[in-house]
């Protein structure tokens, strides 16, 4: 979201006596006017300050409230969260949230193919879907959750802010167990419970908050001055570093999504093996040059494998030698990977499938 900001010119007010006249940008001294004639000149008979200077002393005044605007929503926006146990800036409610949420589900459907017309298939994702939320944290308020396969064969996955979870049926078809589901799932899960979409729209407005207080206080510089030389080279470079933050945000968003969805899936008695297992079809999909990860907004695959390696090998080394952590290959074929072979070509994307990660 972008701050826009007017600037309104504001003159000196008109001080009429007798003979004064004023003028858009300058007073004139006439005679009969009260008062001493020095109190309206200066130097070497230099007018009042013109509108621009009192434009600038107005742009001065605000600065400390906008910078005293922005302290308070940064501090009063910081919460702990409950999913990560990290204080985050969230100046959205969850309330609102749902409303974002709900309002945008259908149209993202809809631009995905709508829902793929297979009622069971619908069913199945649902039900695993909501047996991953017996293992969301405490402190999550109880969203309208919703999971949904999008006929469509590009090979992704979403979710929208208050509990709106979409997986693509392409990615769906690319899946070979029902561990490897709930591990896409329940990435998209950790999304919503981390609040990502909410620190993201948070983040955004406060980085616009800064761009625009150094705005005015360039603005409000001398005209030669050093400052406002200097203010004008460098804030579309502070602009550019806002953008190359935010990107990062969401590199480091994508990887605390994949631990909470090894979480979720661990905790619902799924093998987490399951989630590198999509990232290894993610990984085997991606065709075509991709740019460097620094400037991503996914880390690269080999990266949140490595990631989820890391933790297979620590904290959920027990999972892989325990009968109790299921797979459950051949449910997924029968209640998925069966009727999606016999449904007509998917209504979005049927030209050579693309693929992105899940997000």
């Not at 030669?224 to 806002?242: C, F, K, T, W």
Request: positive net charge; proline residues 5%; glycine residues 10%.
């Amino acid at each position: 979201m972008a701050a826009n900001i007017r600037r309104t010119r504001s003159g000196l007010s008109s001080r009429r006596c007798g003979s004064v006249r004023s003028s858009s940008s300058v007073h004139a001294v006439g005679e009969g006017c009260g008062g001493d004639a020095a109190s309206w000149l200066t130097g070497h008979g230099r007018m009042m300050p013109t509108t621009l200077d009192s434009r600038r002393d107005s742009m001065r005044r605000m600065c400390p409230l906008l910078v005293l605007m922005l302290f308070l929503l940064t501090s009063f926006g910081c919460s702990i969260n409950p999913a990560t146990g990290a204080r985050s800036l969230t100046l959205l409610s969850w309330d609102r949230e749902v409303a974002m949420g709900t309002e945008a589900a259908p149209t993202m459907a809809e631009q995905f193919g709508g829902k793929t017309p297979d009622a069971e298939v619908q069913r199945y994702v649902n039900e695993v879907g909501h047996r991953l939320l017996n293992g969301i944290e405490d402190g999550v308020p109880d969203l309208p959750w919703e999971f949904t396969m999008v006929d469509s064969k590009v090979i992704n996955a979403f979710a929208l802010p208050g509990g709106k979870v979409f997986i693509s049926r392409g990615l769906a078809a690319q899946l070979h167990s029902e561990a490897e589901l709930a591990g896409v799932l329940g990435h998209e899960i950790g999304h919503v419970t981390a609040r990502h979409a909410n620190q993201r729209i948070s983040k955004q407005l406060g980085i616009n908050g800064i761009i625009a207080i150094g705005a005015l206080i360039v603005g409000a510089a001398d005209e030669n001055s050093d400052l406002r030389r200097y203010g004008q080279m460098g804030l579309p470079a502070l602009a550019l570093g806002g953008q190359v933050m935010l990107l990062k945000y969401g590199r480091d968003e994508e990887l605390q999504a994949d631990q909470l969805g090894i979480r979720y899936m661990t905790r619902a008695g799924y093998n987490p093996i399951g989630q590198r297992r999509v990232m290894e079809t993610l990984e085997a999909e991606a065709k075509g040059p991709r740019p460097p990860e620094w400037l991503s907004t996914h880390p690269a695959t080999r990266t949140r494998i490595k990631r989820i390696d890391e933790m297979l090998r620590s904290t959920y080394a027990s999972t892989q030698h325990s009968g109790d952590y299921v797979l459950k290959k051949d449910e997924y074929q029968r209640r998925m990977l069966d009727r999606l072979s016999k449904l007509p070509p998917p209504r979005h994307g049927s030209q050579p499938a693309t693929s992105s990660n899940p997000r």
